[in-house]
């Protein structure tokens, strides 16, 4: 049952029951107006009457003008006189003054609600914010929640269905869905408004589906405690981590495949632990990229606040927000510095962890987490736990095939040329226990000399110079990186090929149709 199903229900039996005050919240007024049109159109013998600002009091069915003033205060005084002398009136206030405290308004409104009480009438306020603890009491509220992903394909399909024949729509029904998943989280409103702006270019295109999450994101514009990672060109690719790309590529399956009738959900995400600089984080935009998924970056650092339950407020509105513009990749990096706390004193850290994994175990929504971190002995328990994450990978010093993958890839990125297979077997042996971002820190440099000298001072000896002089951190610090390498080997996934051990080095909906000019 949709939202919107469940809504229509509640609503409707508290009518029936003849609840006194009855609260419909949602910031979507036209939906809910729509809602209760449609609870209201099976009791043809029961009056209803309903205020809006721009409007003033009518009747609900044939929009005929109840009284010439058109306040609200004349509004509340019609309510009155009605409640006081007919048995089983409704009166519907839409956004009528703030109701949200107790105050004048909210106290006359109460007032209004023990005279509907008194005989069998009933008060509907239409808000976008709570009602005041004092209104609750006195009756029942139902809160209509944006649509969700069953109810968005109805309005997609619904808007399609009345464009068909005016302009070419390449959607089948599995594009729809795949099109309600990408805009759940948004008004439907702003979902027609969206796919009005695709009709009115001309076409619907199957490459519009994967467009809608650039709209989306429009729309949520700054979100509470995430930062939109905009991707550039040189994201897209990581080299090496074979393991991981294969895991990834059947995980993909299922983010975007239609779940309905099973009791399969969709992937969690991975946590990623390994040796520093070896593509922890390029992968998560090479994730987002390959997946045609918005990325947004947690940073559990910002989320801290010197205040009591200030920091748990803010993870719970950034978690709450990843969910709204699903579907989407959320990056945390370096997850161990918000998520420690082993010298917590204050419990801050517990209780973040407890409120991640929770989000972790029941969200629904496809947000496809990818973790990283460093220092993994920093975490808790409870996080490596299996089933909290979908996989565990150790991302490790690349292998042979893996750097010879690197080179290749960041040599034609700064050189703009294939490398000579030759150059590249030595520059595989020169590289050995060097991390993706020593590769790409020394084939930079290159990249410098060609840029300053021009292509006669690119000889092979200056970039194998440049290697041999390359200093790693498993050089520099091998006690540190044996350690991570120790931990990693028995206890996660390798991220690419494995490598042996070694020393380091290694209702009637309102529709609207597009009309093209002449």
């Known amino acids: 049952m949709t939202n ?23 910031i979507e007024q036209i939906r809910a107006l729509r809602l209760v049109k449609e609870a209201a159109s099976g009791r043809a013998g029961l009056p209803f009457w309903i205020y809006t600002r721009a409007t003033g009091l009518r009747d609900l069915r044939t929009n005929a003008p109840a009284q010439d003033d058109r306040s609200l205060t004349g509004a509340m005084d019609f309510a009155a006189q009605q409640f006081t002398s007919r048995a089983q009136a409704t009166v519907v206030l839409v956004d009528p003054e703030d109701l949200s405290d107790d105050n004048t308004a909210s106290r006359h409104v109460a007032e209004l609600a023990r005279l509907a009480d008194a005989n069998s009438g009933s008060l509907i306020l239409v808000t976008d914010t709570p009602l005041w603890s004092g209104l609750e009491r006195l009756g029942m509220s139902v809160t209509l929640d944006l649509p969700d992903a069953d109810e968005m394909y109805e309005v997609i399909v619904d808007f399609l269905r009345d464009h068909h024949g005016v302009v070419p729509i390449a959607w089948q029904d599995s594009d729809a869905r795949r099109a309600a998943e990408f805009l759940v ?12 702006t695709l009709v009115a270019r001309g076409s619907v295109e199957k490459a519009d589906v994967e467009r809608l999450a650039e709209f989306k994101d429009k729309h949520f514009g700054s ?3 995430l930062e939109r990672v905009k991707l550039q060109a040189s994201d897209t690719t990581v080299g090496g981590l074979t393991s991981l790309r294969a895991w990834l590529q059947r995980k993909r399956a299922i983010m975007v495949s239609d779940l309905r009738g099973t009791e399969l959900r969709p992937p969690r995400g991975v946590l990623l632990v390994g040796v520093p600089g070896c593509g922890k984080s390029l992968s998560a935009k090479a994730i987002s990229a ?7 970056r947690l940073d559990l650092g910002a989320i801290m606040g ?3 339950g200030q920091s748990e407020n803010r993870l719970r509105e950034a978690l709450d927000t990843a969910d709204r513009v699903a579907p989407c990749v959320l990056w945390i990096d370096e997850i161990e510095k918000g998520l420690a706390g082993q010298n917590d004193s204050t419990g801050v850290s517990r209780r973040l962890v407890g409120q991640f994994l929770f989000w972790l175990q029941e969200s629904r929504h496809r947000v496809f987490v990818v973790a990283t971190s460093n220092d993994v002995r920093a975490l808790p328990p409870e996080l490596l736990r299996k089933g909290r994450f979908d996989e565990l990978f150790f991302v490790d ?6 750097r010879q993958e690197i080179i290749d890839m960041y040599y034609r990125r700064y050189v703009r040329r294939q490398p000579p297979p030759e150059l590249v077997d030595k520059l595989v042996g020169l590289s050995e226990g ?22 006669d001072s690119l000889r092979p000896e200056f970039v194998l ?40 080095g290694g209702a009637s909906r309102s529709r609207r149709v597009v009309v093209f000019g002449d």
Not at 18 to 23: A, E, K, M, T, W
């Open 223 to 225: 979100l509470s405690g």
């Open 397 to 402: 010093l690349p292998e042979a095939g893996d």
């Open 306 to 308: 010197q205040y009591v």
């Open 434 to 455: 060097f991390a993706g971002s020593d590769i790409e820190s020394a084939l930079h440099e290159v990249g410098e000399q060609l840029f300053l000298h021009g292509p």
């Open 185 to 196: 989280g948004v008004p439907e409103g702003t979902a027609i408004n969206v796919l009005a």
């Open 290 to 296: 390959e997946w045609r998924l918005p990325l947004y």
């Open 465 to 504: 110079d440049t290697f041999a002089n390359t200093f790693p951190l498993s050089r520099t610090n091998p006690e540190q990186i044996e350690e991570i390498r120790a931990w990693g080997r028995d206890r996660a996934v390798p991220a690419g090929k494995p490598v042996a051990a070694s020393a380091p």
């Open 4 to 26: 919107y199903a469940e809504s229509l229900r509640d609503l409707d039996s508290y009518i029936s029951a003849r609840v006194p005050v009855i609260g419909v919240r949602s």
